[in-house]
């Protein structure tokens, strides 16, 4: 088995954190330009949250125009638009502010913007062009996209969820201030506090896992399993919020560090297909995908059950990974995630395109990271679990 060499912590340049943290990016961001462009979404910006950062723009004399062409999951037409947009607007630096959508589209428009290139060129390359000053302010806790150098972008003539990557693509200011959070719909919540939860397992369970990533994955898993639910349950729960959004940025920096694996390879198609939200298609994947990956790093995936208190100390392995999965089964259960056939998913239409998803997933790379060594017959056998 192929392993990788420790490479430290790669972070955003600055992460502001706590109570009113949106309010400390002026004195940050003075010298990034005299015009933003701020890519959100058409929900985002009614939201108290928007006019507090459009606010704080006018008042340190900062002009903007705001970019509400991100209509769901990005797609290279949609950056064409933003970038489009930046240009025509003669914009200096970009501010993104929602949830992992515009701040991936963030990423892509700086290099559209930058380079001129169709940003499909860029798929199976490393990005290392010099990109405009880029602000995550995350409004859900769950890509973590405000501290990866990582965007996925969808490309439409081939139907494809590009996972697009370089230094270049990091944010160089995120901004995690949890009050953003409190009107994120409950479906939102579930949805992204997932897709945390599988970015901390994958990252803790990686070919590429360090002993520093390993930290910081055990820390988001333990605070997700206590917090979520109660995020879901009561979205006015600030305690919780806040505590979900320190466990989505430290997922996404530890996926940063030792990557995603198997589940975001075969869920990224599934996305692309069938239009199923990210968050939750990691959410159906998960414990099959865990099931799978187990027996070859039992001893750690026993340790997750032991973390989040599911198994004692003194629990064989092989049981406690049993706990674990069951554990992750009830989460999504708490958090009332449906199924592929719930959510209206045709079963001969999710079959017919099972081939083309396992290729694309394999393509990705993503599944080469799991600690057990995966073949397109194990990925197809996975999907058909999906639907049993």
């Given amino acids: 088995m192929e392993r990788y060499a420790w490479e430290g912590i790669f972070l955003p340049n600055r992460i502001i954190t706590g109570e009113n943290a949106l309010e400390e990016l002026p004195t940050h961001i003075a010298e990034f330009g005299k015009k933003a462009l701020v890519v959100t979404g058409k929900t985002v910006c009614t939201l108290d949250g928007f006019k507090r950062l459009t606010d704080l723009l006018s008042e340190c004399g900062i002009t903007y125009k705001v970019f509400t062409g991100i209509t769901g999951e990005p797609d290279d037409r949609m950056i064409m638009a933003g ?214 790093a039992c001893e750690k995936f026993a340790e997750l059950a032991r973390a989040i208190g599911v198994a004692a100390s003194e629990t064989r392995d092989s049981v406690a990974v049993d706990c674990f999965i069951e554990a992750l089964c009830n989460i999504c259960r708490q958090c009332d995630i449906p199924t592929l056939r719930e959510y209206g998913v045709n079963k001969k239409d999710f079959y017919d395109s099972m081939n083309k998803m396992a290729d694309d997933a394999l393509l990705s790379g993503s599944p080469a990271n799991t600690i057990k060594e995966v073949s397109k017959a194990d990925i197809l056998k996975i999907y058909e679990r999906l639907l049993l």
């Fill in 83 to 296: 970038m489009e947009t930046y240009i025509a607007d003669k914009c200096e630096f970009i501010i993104a502010m929602g949830g992992g959508s515009p701040i991936d589209s963030m990423k892509a428009i700086a290099v559209r913007a930058a380079t001129g290139k169709n940003i499909c060129d860029y798929y199976g390359t490393d990005i290392t062009a010099s990109l405009p000053k880029m602000v995550a302010v995350p409004t859900t806790a769950g890509t973590g996209s405000e501290a990866t150098q990582f965007t996925v972008i969808t490309d439409t003539r081939n139907s494809v969820k590009m996972l697009l990557k370089g230094k270049s693509l990091m944010p160089d200011i995120a901004v995690i201030d949890a009050s953003l959070c409190v009107s994120s719909p409950k479906n939102v919540t579930a949805f992204t506090g997932l897709d945390a939860l599988t970015h901390a397992v994958e990252s803790y369970t990686s070919r590429r896992a360090q002993p520093l990533t390993d930290d910081i994955s055990l820390s988001a898993i333990k605070r997700i399993f206590k917090y979520l639910v109660r995020a879901y349950n009561d979205g006015h729960d600030l305690k919780a919020r806040t505590e979900m959004s320190i466990a989505a940025l430290e997922a996404g920096i530890a996926i940063n560090n030792a990557s995603v694996t198997l589940v975001h390879g075969m869920s990224r198609p599934i996305g692309a297909l069938f239009h199923i939200p990210h968050g939750l298609s990691n959410a159906m994947l998960l414990p099959e995908c865990i099931k799978f990956a187990s027996d070859a």
